[in-house]
């Protein structure tokens, strides 16, 4: 009898610590200062992304409907601005991307921006038909040169302005949901439906197909400091790879089990500190890269889903919100 109420005791100690352990998720505590400012935009265009050319104050952002929005005092107020585009088409502009004053827009149906004034012009590249799938992402690498996927895995370079593009990939992938670049050149792709993961590495001729982590559907994924890779999973699940590795995956967790809503995108300020944000105007934060987490209240009754969290560096991010509603990261020193 003795040891069948010492084995009870055991059951309810190992219980009571499960339980502590899931309320500290539960009910995450708040973040001491919100750096975060709302900001109302001028249209109610789904955004798509953010960049600035190489004066901080002068950025430009992009979405449906061939949606440009300008703004020079670093992202504060925003102006509309129209690019004639002579045809009777409507666009989705899905990127951009300045190094210094020359900057690049790619969309679908099939279309490719470039400008060498910041902005002030832009002109129209063609394209070839025979394009596998629409231009997704695009990143200008320096004078004349830029990188750009499409919506299938394609990966093209081009060094002299968009005349002529470099396969990088021989075969494409398959269409997909989202698609990161690694600061060394890789990819990390997730497929539509979130089956399954793709990575290609520079010198690689095709890309490499993994299997996902659990039966949960991959949402979203992208790198982390230190060789890492990170997943967002159905159900508000975040995940990391061990150190340089596509494959090996450290446990899969929720870092706030009394909720509901989904998460969409994962970012890093600095090496420690990560924001993820979804849907109901939910934003949390991690100063020790994920171990423990906080959660901005001071956000959490905006009228939006948080989808992408962009960091151009430690100082300025944005995260871009739906219907008029844009987050600015304001840091202590610009604060004060």
């Not at 039966?215 to 790198?223: A, D, E, H, I, P």
């Amino acid at each position: 009898m003795r040891g069948l109420l010492n084995n009870l005791v055991r059951v309810l100690v190992v219980a009571i610590a499960i339980l502590s352990a899931g309320c500290n998720r539960a009910y995450l505590s708040s973040i001491d200062v919100n750096p975060w400012q709302v900001i109302t935009l001028p249209t109610e265009t789904t955004l798509s992304d953010i960049a600035f050319t190489g004066d901080p104050q002068h950025g430009w952002l992009v979405g449906k409907n061939a949606t440009l929005l300008e703004t020079k005092d670093g992202g504060e107020t925003w102006e509309e601005r129209q690019v004639n585009l002579n045809d009777n088409q409507i666009y989705t502009l899905t990127s951009v991307s300045f190094s210094g004053d020359e900057g690049w827009i790619v969309g679908e149906p099939s279309i490719l921006l470039h400008t060498t004034d910041g902005g002030t012009s832009w002109s129209r590249i063609p394209l070839s038909e025979k394009l596998p799938g629409a231009p997704d992402t695009i990143l200008a690498l320096g004078p004349k040169a830029a990188e750009m996927t499409t919506d299938v895995g394609a990966i093209y370079q081009t060094n002299d302005g968009g005349r002529t593009w470099k396969a990088m990939v021989q075969e494409a992938v398959g269409v997909l949901r989202n698609i990161a670049r690694s600061p060394e050149g890789g990819y990390v792709a997730v497929s539509a439906r979130g089956n399954f993961y793709s990575t290609w590495e520079p010198g690689q001729d095709a890309w490499v197909q993994h299997n996902r982590t659990s039966s949960r559907r991959l949402q979203n994924m992208g790198y982390a400091p230190g060789g890492k890779l990170w997943l967002l999973a159905r159900g508000g699940l975040v995940q990391f790879s061990e150190p340089n590795s596509l494959e090996d995956w450290q446990e899969q967790f929720a870092p706030e089990f009394s909720t509901s809503w989904g998460l969409l995108d994962l970012a890093y300020r600095t090496e420690n500190e990560v924001w993820v944000a979804g849907g109901s105007g939910n934003l949390l934060m991690s100063t020790d890269g994920g171990e423990t987490w906080q959660k901005d209240r001071d956000v959490e009754n905006v009228p939006s889903n948080f989808y992408r969290i962009v960091f151009l560096d430690e100082e300025h991010g944005f995260i871009l919100g739906q219907g008029r509603t844009m987050l600015r990261y304001v840091s202590p020193s610009e604060a004060a």
